[in-house]
C-alpha cells in the first residue's frame, strides 16, 4: 500500500521504531531510515507481522565510488551483522555491514522461518558467509553488493531461493578450503552478471543453476556468455575498494546489451528542496491564520515528473509545478495552517521520488531592533518551554533561520528576554513565532538612519528572511543617546524617521520600550519616546521599562521574565486586540456572563459585559477580521434564555 518512512539518528530512535511496529500487517512496508552516519548495531530481528526495510538515506548510503565518505554502518565484533527472523520481507539498502566473526553468517537468515530478505547496494565484509541460511525455504536476493573477505563463501547459494544479480565478490575464502569458493551455487539458484575474482581455492563453486553474463578470475565461471581470466586492472581501483568496471576492462558492457558484469549502480531518481531551508518562518496572513509556502528544487534521474506536488505538515498534496523542466521546478503550496511541520515534495507519477524538510514554519514574524537589551546581557540563559518547533530566530549570529534559543545572538551575554516572549505568545496564539533580531549594541539612533549599515542589514535582513511580511516590530533604544548628549529634536526626528520608514516598507506600526537608567539625561529620553508614541500614529504603544527594573540593562531572572512580560502585553495590545460590538434584539439593560470562542474553538473571552439599549462593545486580543462565536447567559441557574452571537472584531 504505502511506505511508512521514519527517520532514524541514532540507536535508540531504531530500537523504539523496531519495537514500536504494528502487531498486525496492513499492507504497507515500514522504513526505518537512517539519516546519520555511523556504526549501528541491529543484531536480531523478530518475528515481524509487517514488511520492514533497513536504508540508509541517500545522504549517507554507502559509496561504492569513494567508499571513504560518511556512510551507516552495522558493525558487529562476535556475531551476525543482521539476523531476520521474519516471516515477513525484509530489505536491507545503501549499508556496510561487517564482522570479523568467521563463525557467523554477517547476514543470516532464520533457522525456523521461511525469511524472504533482499540485500541491495551494500557493502558487506567479513563473517562466515557473507549471507546464509539455516532454513533450506529461506530467500536472500543479493543486488548490486560488494562483498569481500569471508572465511567461506561470500554468497551461499546452497538454496534455490537464492538470487544475486551484478553483485562483486573478492577476496573470500579466506580459509583456501577446497570445498568453498566466492559463489556458491545450486538447481534452482539464479545468478546474472556478476564477478568473482581472487577468492582463494576458486571463484565459482559448482556450475548448477541459472547463470547469465557471469564472470571469474579464473575458469570457473559458467552459464550463457561467461567471462574468464579477470584481472585487477579489471575493476576502477582495486586498491581503493572501488570494484566498478574499470573502462574497456573485461567487464565494461560485457554483459547482453551492454551492460557492464559487476556493479551497475541505477541512476539515481530524486528530487531535492532548495528552499525553503529548515527552521525558515513564513509570516501568516492574520486574517486567516493561513500562510503559503514558496517551494524550490532540482530532480535528477532517468523518470521524468510529470507534475511536482508538495503537502505541508502531514496536510493535502498539491500540484506546486505542473510542468518542470531541465532539472528544476517552483511554485507555492497555498493556504496553508499557521502551524511548524515538514515539507514533501514527490513525483505526481512516482511518489516514491520524495524528500522532505523539517521544522518549517508558518507564524507571527516579528521585528526587533535597538541596543543591547535586544540582544540581551542578562546573568542566565532563559529557556523556550513552549510547543516543540515553535520558536525560530533570525538574528545577527548567522544571516539564516535557526531554532530559537538563548544565546540569541553573538552579542548575547549569556540570556535574552526573547525565549519568555515566545513562551507567551505562544501559549497565548498557539502558533509559530520568529523573531528577526538585528539589535546593536552601544548604538545611537544616527547610527539607525537610511543609508547606514545598521539600517542596511535591518533592510537585508527582512528580505532574507523570507520578506517584509512582519506582524509585529518593536524597539528599545536610547540609552547610548542619554549619555551621548543628543539633542531632544535630533532624537525625536531620527526616531521618527526610522518608525515611519518601517511602516512604509512593511505597513506594521512600532512599538517603543523606555529605556530605564536612571539619571536626568535618561528621564528626558524616556519622555521623549512617550512624546514620540503620542504624536506619530506609527508608533502605537509605549511599554515602560523602567516599571520594571532601573539600570542599563535587565540582568535577573525576575528582570528578565518582568520585561518579557511588559513587552508581551504591549504587543499585545498594539496587534493583537479588537472590538466585538455585541447587538442582541430582546436582550435588557443589565451585566451577563459573556463568553466568546473563535473558529478553532480557542476561549477568546469569558465575563461580565454591561449591556444598554440591546448593545455593548467588548476589547478581545485577536486581530482585526476575526470572527467570533459565543453566546450571553441569563444570569440564571441552569441558562434558560440565553442569546446565541456570531459577529467580526473590529
Known amino acids: 500500500m504505502a511506505d511508512i518512512i521514519t527517520n532514524i539518528t541514532n540507536q535508540s530512535e531504531y530500537s523504539s521504531w523496531l519495537s514500536g511496529l504494528p502487531s498486525v500487517d496492513d499492507g504497507n512496508v515500514y522504513v526505518a531510515n537512517f539519516t546519520v552516519a555511523g556504526d549501528y548495531s ?303 515534495v514527490r513525483f505526481t507519477n512516482d511518489n516514491a521520488i520524495n524528500s522532505s524538510r523539517a521544522n518549517v514554519a508558518i507564524g507571527i514574524k516579528c521585528l526587533f531592533w535597538g541596543q543591547s537589551n535586544f540582544s540581551g546581557r542578562a546573568d542566565n540563559a532563559q529557556t523556550y518551554t513552549g510547543t516543540t518547533g515553535f520558536f525560530h530566530k533570525y538574528t545577527v549570529t548567522n544571516d539564516i533561520w535557526q531554532v530559537g534559543n538563548d544565546p540569541f545572538d553573538t552579542a548575547t551575554a549569556s540570556g535574552s528576554l526573547f525565549p519568555i516572549l515566545a513562551n507567551l505568545m505562544v501559549a497565548d496564539k498557539n502558533i509559530p513565532v520568529g523573531f528577526i533580531g538585528v539589535a546593536q549594541g552601544s548604538t545611537t539612533l544616527s547610527q539607525w538612519q537610511s543609508g547606514q549599515s545598521l539600517n542596511t542589514r535591518m533592510l537585508n535582513y527582512l528580505t532574507n528572511s523570507g520578506g517584509n511580511d512582519v506582524e509585529v516590530i518593536a524597539s528599545w533604544i536610547g540609552e547610548s543617546d542619554a549619555t551621548g548628549g543628543t539633542s531632544e529634536t535630533d532624537f525625536k526626528n531620527q526616531y521618527n524617521a526610522v518608525i515611519d520608514q518601517l511602516k512604509t516598507l512593511t505597513g506594521i506600526d512600532s512599538v517603543l520600550c523606555g529605556i530605564a537608567q536612571s539619571g536626568t539625561a535618561s528621564d528626558n529620553v524616556r519622555q521623549w519616546i512617550q512624546d514620540i508614541v503620542s504624536t506619530n500614529a506609527n508608533a502605537v504603544e509605549y511599554v515602560d521599562m523602567a516599571a520594571e527594573y532601573t539600570g542599563v540593562h535587565y540582568m535577573t531572572d525576575t528582570e528578565t521574565v518582568d520585561c518579557a512580560t511588559a513587552l508581551f502585553n504591549g504587543i499585545n495590545t498594539a496587534f493583537f486586540s479588537s472590538t466585538f460590538n455585541f447587538n442582541i434584539t430582546g436582550i435588557p439593560d443589565g451585566t451577563f456572563t459573556t463568553v466568546l470562542d473563535d473558529e478553532s474553538g480557542n476561549r477568546v473571552f469569558r465575563g461580565p459585559v454591561t449591556y444598554a439599549s440591546e448593545a455593548a462593545s467588548q476589547s478581545v486580543t485577536t486581530n482585526v477580521g476575526t470572527r467570533l462565536k459565543g453566546y450571553v447567559d441569563d444570569n440564571s441557574d441552569p441558562s434558560s434564555a440565553g442569546a446565541y452571537i456570531e459577529g467580526i472584531t473590529v
Open 42 to 344: 541491529i543484531g536480531q530481528i523478530a518475528a515481524q507481522a509487517v514488511a520492514i526495510r533497513l536504508q540508509a538515506d541517500d545522504s549517507v548510503k554507502y559509496n561504492f565510488n569513494s567508499p571513504t565518505d560518511s556512510h551507516v554502518a552495522f558493525t558487529a565484533t562476535t556475531t551476525e551483522t543482521i539476523y531476520p527472523r521474519s516471516t515477513q520481507p525484509v530489505e536491507i539498502k545503501g549499508l556496510r555491514l561487517e564482522t570479523p566473526a568467521t563463525t557467523q553468517d554477517n547476514i543470516r537468515a532464520g533457522a525456523f522461518e521461511a525469511c524472504d530478505i533482499t540485500v541491495t547496494e551494500c557493502r558487506i565484509i567479513g563473517g562466515k558467509n557473507g549471507g546464509g541460511f539455516a532454513n533450506a525455504s529461506a530467500k536472500i536476493h543479493f543486488n548490486n553488493c560488494v562483498i569481500t573477505d569471508c572465511a567461506e563463501f561470500g554468497i551461499r547459494g546452497g538454496s534455490v531461493g537464492v538470487t544475486a544479480t551484478h553483485c562483486v565478490v573478492v577476496n573470500c575464502n579466506t580459509t583456501n578450503n577446497s570445498f568453498r569458493a566466492g559463489i556458491q551455487t545450486t538447481s534452482g539458484a539464479a545468478f546474472d552478471s556478476n564477478v568473482c575474482f581472487n577468492n582463494m581455492n576458486k571463484d565459482w563453486y559448482d556450475s548448477n543453476g541459472t547463470a547469465t553474463n557471469n564472470a571469474s578470475g579464473d575458469s570457473t565461471a559458467f552459464g550463457t556468455s561467461a567471462v574468464t581470466g579477470v584481472v585487477a586492472g579489471d575493476f576502477t581501483n582495486v586498491a581503493a575498494g572501488i570494484y566498478t568496471a574499470a573502462s574497456g576492462g573485461a567487464l565494461d558492457g560485457t554483459g547482453s546489451g551492454g551492460t557492464d558484469i559487476g556493479l551497475q549502480l541505477a541512476v539515481v531518481n530524486s528530487i531535492t528542496i532548495t528552499t525553503p531551508a529548515e527552521y525558515f518562518l513564513k509570516a501568516r496572513n492574520p486574517a486567516t491564520n493561513q500562510g503559503d509556502l514558496a517551494i524550490t528544487g532540482t530532480y535528477t534521474g532517468s523518470v521524468v515528473p510529470t507534475a511536482i506536488e508538495a503537502s505541508f505538515n502531514g496536510g493535502a498534496f498539491q500540484t506546486i509545478d505542473a510542468s518542470p523542466s531541465g532539472g528544476t521546478y517552483s511554485g507555492t503550496l497555498t493556504n496553508q495552517p499557521s502551524s511548524n511541520g515538514s515539507i514533501i
